[in-house]
């Protein structure tokens, strides 16, 4: 794998073979002047009162770039100048020609250029602070004040200026400590719920699985985290390689909140949490990247345009499957959760089309219907809700459906007192949220990919719901119902050989069953849950 830059810097033109001749940057040179000019006289008197926004800025089609035309073909004739080879080759087996606006005879199209260059050089010349570059969305994001904002509107390559949305996180819920069991301990029952032991019978791990866990953080030095195999970490608040909490005294003015890494490492362990002979993750030898993009200071809302560069980045750099256990609720109406105006859902849709299956948690915002949160309303993402033990639905769970009627969630699993890796102690313990629910999901897709790697992102879709327990009359409190990935293992395939993979599996369970004080914790657990929760 390629080693982890920034994300924003965008390829050398010349590299792709770009035109180097071009009357653009002219045209920029005496526009800019005049337009700061004019900003400058109509902002007098004004500065005390402008204040900075972040702001998405979109772009003009990129065929109007100087830069890039006649580039394009130099790119769909060297693929790899852009992209990792498993990118490459998740794209030609999973991705979706008609959606992801490609060169026909290739997998790579307009959208894998970075920004125009000449565009993104004007818009710091206005002054605004660069933050990200989408190459999905041909857009920008940035700080700017009232003055900038305006100037930024006003250059003739840009078609719109839209504020990013933003989202402040809830207090986490309180979390029980338990001493380390061994086998699946504590976790027995969350991953036995859904079938994922079973997978484990015919040696399905994830193994080969590349997962991108876009979350608040992650400490990698937790036991539990010990031998996650992490092939590139990106942190998108502070653009460096440290997903951990870092501090002023550490490394300068970065994270403000002592839990800022707590979140993640406790999805991080639902998906590959192992720790001497416990397993808590099911899918622990998949392959990790990992992205920090959520903000948990309380003061500063978490900004939606993270989440779009992270999804941008893990695409590039091979991810099979995304982690999404975050949303965004604040800033937009479930009339704009229809699927395709959010500008994560957006995102999400075209890592599905790009045949990343991207895992999204459907939101803790309660029992009332459409109460979803962003990206959850993506049709491409497989939205998660929570259950019990018993599988009965949490009440903080969302609801669905989407703004245009779509079931939503698609799929449940363990998100009431989840079994989890503690940061802030060291050990581990107990969660609730469709945040633990969403990984539980996708370890065991991570186990489906590691069998069937060809599966599409729509095939993936069916075979988890098409078996689950609520598949003939699915609703939008729990979908489909509980996922069965045992049942979804043998999706499109005869009887005779789903028979042929399971006939030593009862041979195996029988010859390695629960210890009883493994079954005695987990009962004591549960009954203390039942009454506490």
């Not at 794998?1 to 001749?21: N, T, Y």
């Not at 707590?262 to 990992?290: K, P, Q």
């Not at 499109?492 to 004080?517: H, I, M, N, Y």
Request: aromatic share 8%; proline share 5%.
């Amino acid at each position: 794998p390629s080693s982890p830059s920034s994300p924003s810097s965008p390829s050398s033109p010349s590299s792709l073979g770009m035109d180097q001749h071009h009357p653009q940057p002219l045209l920029i040179l005496i526009f800019l002047p005049l337009l700061l000019l004019l900003l400058l006289f109509q902002g007098q008197g004004q500065a005390e009162t402008s204040k900075p926004h972040v702001v998405w800025v979109f772009f003009h089609a990129r065929d109007e770039c100087a830069m890039y035309r006649g580039g394009r073909e130099a790119l769909w004739n060297d693929e790899e100048l852009v992209l990792e080879v498993h990118t490459l080759q998740r794209r030609r087996t999973r991705g979706d020609a008609s959606k992801g606006h490609w060169q026909q005879g290739t997998v790579v199209g307009w959208n894998d250029l970075p920004v125009c260059p000449l565009w993104v050089e004007a818009v710091e010349a206005t002054g605004a602070t660069l933050r990200h570059q989408s190459r999905w969305l041909n857009a920008v994001s940035v700080v700017a004040e009232d003055d900038t904002v305006r100037a930024l509107t006003l250059l003739p390559f840009v078609t719109s200026v839209e504020p990013v949305a933003q989202e402040r996180r809830s207090t986490p819920a309180p979390r029980r400590r338990l001493s380390r069991e061994y086998e699946y301990g504590a976790a027995m029952r969350q991953i036995q719920q859904v079938k994922e032991d079973l997978l484990h019978h015919v040696n399905l791990t994830g193994s080969g699985v590349i997962v991108e866990v876009i979350d608040s953080g992650f400490l990698l030095s937790h036991p539990s985290l010990a031998d996650v195999h992490v092939r590139a970490q990106w942190d998108f608040i502070h653009n460096d390689t440290n997903t951990e909490n870092c501090f002023v005294d550490e490394c300068g003015e970065h994270d403000v909140s002592s839990s800022q890494h707590n979140h993640g490492t406790s999805v991080l362990s639902c998906i590959a949490g192992r720790e001497d002979d416990m397993i808590f993750g099911a899918a622990f030898n998949a392959e990790f990247l990992l992205a920090k993009t959520e903000e948990l200071s309380f003061e500063e809302p978490s900004e939606e345009d993270n989440l779009v560069a992270a999804l941008e980045w893990g695409e590039q750099r091979g991810a099979d499957i995304a982690s999404i256990s975050l949303g965004y609720s604040l800033w937009y109406s479930q009339e704009d959760l229809d699927g395709m105006s959010a500008i994560s859902t957006i995102a999400v849709q075209e890592a599905v089309a790009r045949g990343m299956i991207v895992v999204v948690a459907a939101g803790n915002e309660g029992s009332a219907p459409q109460t979803l949160t962003a990206p959850a309303d993506a049709p491409g993402a497989i939205t998660v809700g929570a259950v019990d033990m018993n599988g009965r639905i949490a009440s903080f769970s969302s609801r669905g459906p989407n703004a245009k009627g779509r079931i939503k969630p698609d799929i449940v699993a363990r998100g009431v007192s989840a079994f989890i890796a503690l940061a802030n102690s060291g050990d581990q313990g107990w969660g609730s949220g469709t945040s633990f629910a969403t990984p539980i999901i996708t370890a065991g897709i991570a186990q489906l990919l590691e069998l069937h790697e060809d599966w599409t992102p729509a095939d993936v879709m069916e075979a988890i719901t098409t078996t689950s327990n609520r598949a003939n009359a699915p609703d939008n409190t729990y979908g489909y119902g509980l996922a069965d990935f045992a049942a979804a293992t043998c999706y499109g395939w005869t009887e005779e050989r789903c028979s042929q993979l399971w006939k030593d599996t009862d041979r195996a369970a029988a010859q390695v069953p629960p210890s009883l004080f493994s079954i005695f914790v987990v009962v004591c657990v549960s009954c203390i849950t039942m009454i506490l929760v």
